[in-house]
């Protein structure tokens, strides 16, 4: 029987994994890696995850040719969609939240929108209902704004492989002990498509400007459209707002150095680096454009 099944997926999956490599190095216990592929994104970490696991000795096993799971003492779940046929009662599940604010869907993106002061990662044993799992423990790091979806997956990468380490630790014969979460604290994040990308100008500019950083790479980005062009916005800055009698949300106001002042819900934001559907950076040459 294995030690541990690891069900991995993206940059946290790949941390968690060189958290087991040096366990595995130290104990000389087995583990088997299932890991999935996420389209939606520029790197999912599928063939890093598959080269460490192979380096290491770790069995390694495709999501899509995974037909029978191997026995093991415990699961994890590390950012992973698919369900998961396996004895509810070993699998612990790891989500990027600290519950039981933001049960669902991509809650660190939403954290980083919301402009939470601190983000991190739960372990709860797995739960058929939304996130309620019984709560293990939890890591948790204070940010800065502004902050880049990129550099805030690496620092909670970092969480999940020093959380999965002691996890593993703690574990006896009688698994491990945990607490219920407090219903009167939670919420929840919905999921997103390709609608929820797009800026919406009747925001404020601290809004905008968090949610550009939080759905840039290793996501598509924010949009915004000219005339029907979609253009994405990779890097924008927020600008004292002045008076304006007759706001409009979405029109520039001026361009300066070549980058455009938009006027927001509240405030101003400056569009630092944009660019087309094809790739290429994006020149505002037009005073009188609205964005929508």
């Known amino acids: 029987m294995y030690k541990a099944g690891l069900f991995l997926m993206g940059k946290k999956g790949l941390e968690c994994l060189e958290s087991i490599v040096r366990w595995k190095q130290q104990s000389g216990q087995r583990f088997f890696v299932v890991a999935g592929r996420d389209k939606a994104i520029a790197n999912d970490y599928f063939e890093d995850l ?3 696991a192979n380096a290491s000795d770790i069995t390694f096993i495709e999501r899509t040719e995974a037909t029978e799971i191997p026995s093991a003492e415990v699961y994890f779940a590390i950012g992973w969609r698919w369900l998961i046929k396996t004895q509810m ?8 939240s600290l519950l039981p604010k933001y049960r669902g869907f991509n809650p660190l993106v939403t954290a980083l929108i919301e402009g939470d002061a601190e983000i ?9 209902e939304f996130d309620k799992g019984d709560v293990i423990d939890s890591r948790k790091v204070t940010v800065t704004y502004p902050i880049k979806i990129e550099r805030a997956i690496d620092a909670v990468s970092l969480l999940y492989a020093d959380l999965i380490s002691d996890i593993l630790s703690r574990l006896t014969a009688q698994g491990i002990e945990a607490k219920p979460q407090d219903e009167n ?7 997103r498509d390709e609608q929820d990308y797009r800026v919406n100008w009747n925001e404020s500019s601290e809004r905008i400007s968090r949610t550009i950083d939080a759905v840039g790479y290793p996501y598509n ?6 005339g029907g062009e979609k253009i994405t916005i990779h890097e924008s800055e927020i600008v004292q707002d002045i008076t304006i009698v007759n706001r409009a949300p979405g029109k520039i106001l001026m ?8 006027v927001c819900g509240s405030g101003l934001l400056k569009i630092l680096h944009a660019t087309d559907e094809n790739g290429q ?6 005073l009188r454009v609205r964005l929508n």
């Open 281 to 286: 950076k994006y020149m505002f040459n037009k």
């Open 185 to 191: 604290l939670a919420t929840y994040s919905l999921w």
């Open 120 to 128: 991190g990662v739960t372990a709860i044993k797995a739960d058929r």
């Open 89 to 96: 009662d070993k699998l612990i599940v790891f989500h990027d």
């Open 221 to 226: 980005g924010a949009v915004t459209y000219i």
């Open 50 to 52: 598959r080269t460490l």
């Open 255 to 262: 361009i300066e150095d070549s980058h455009p002042i938009v």
